[in-house]
Nanobody, 123 residues
Framework: VQLQASGGGSVQTGGSLKLSCTASGITLSSFSMGWFRQAPGKEREFVAVISWSGGSTDYADSVKGRFTISRDNPKNTVYLQMNSLKPEDTAVYYC?????????????????WGQGTQVTVSS
């Protein structure tokens, strides 16, 4: 099983990036999918989640209105569109697969994790 996150990079404040997470070895349509991030010296935190069908999403308050999570099940891929980026969005971003047991805010409830992709926002 492998989740491959990509699309990170360096942008200036107000810029945009689109992250992708492509799975191999599992069928993503069987999972809800989440994005988390971890800044240096901080704990990994919830960013967004999308249900297996794509019909339901949820976001951390800090990104609501700026980030959009989506998925393309035939492509076995989940996306995170990030707009109006701020320096405080700087972190390594991880995608993760969740079977739906327990709270999706809890990173320990996720079954599979990608390797992370770095996002750096400069002021």
């Amino acid at each position: 099983v492998q989740l491959q996150a990509s699309g990170g990079g360096s942008v200036q404040t107000g810029g945009s990036l689109k992250l992708s997470c492509t799975a191999s070895g599992i069928t993503l349509s069987s999972f809800s999918m989440g994005w988390f991030r971890q800044a240096p010296g901080k704990e990994r935190e919830f960013v967004a989640v999308i249900s297996w069908s794509g019909g339901s999403t949820d976001y951390a308050d800090s990104v609501k209105g700026r980030f959009t999570i989506s998925r393309d099940n035939p492509k076995n891929t989940v996306y995170l569109q990030m707009n109006s980026l701020k320096p405080e969005d700087t972190a390594v971003y991880y995608c993760a697969a969740y079977r739906g047991r327990g709270s999706y805010y809890d990173l320990y409830k996720y079954d599979y994790w990608g390797q992370g992709t770095q996002v750096t926002v400069s002021s």
